[in-house]
């Protein structure tokens, strides 16, 4: 079975909250550094390079159920808006260079997506 990449609107720890592109791996309940005992969720962060150790697409990171707020599979999203740059980017083109003229040549990830149907 091919893996799918999965788009969550989550909440870290430091109570920063933005889209983040992710594989899950397992779910279990679990005491984590960040949340305390927890419904967690364990997943390949595509967003972040895989570390010393890491087998897998991206860095290894533990995600608090209770912080997800929204899930999204990607087929269910056929774009991206980006405040940043003021238009839409195809899904597969969610890290893009910027159009802005404020912030010329700069990669960023679009920020809100743009659901199918």
Known sequence: MAERVVYIDYTNHRGERRWRSIHPRIMRFRE??????????????????????????GARRTFALKNIHEWLED??????????????????NRHHVSTNRDDPGGVHAADTPVRDG
């Not at 595509?46 to 010393?52: I, N």
């Not at 087929?75 to 597969?92: I, K, N, P, Q, R």
């Open 32 to 57: 984590t550094e960040w949340h305390g005992e927890a419904w967690a969720l364990e997943a390949w962060d595509l967003e972040k390079p895989a570390e010393h150790g890491d087998y897998g697409p």
């Open 75 to 92: 087929a269910d999203v056929t774009a991206w808006w980006c405040s940043t740059c003021g238009m839409a980017v195809l899904a597969e």
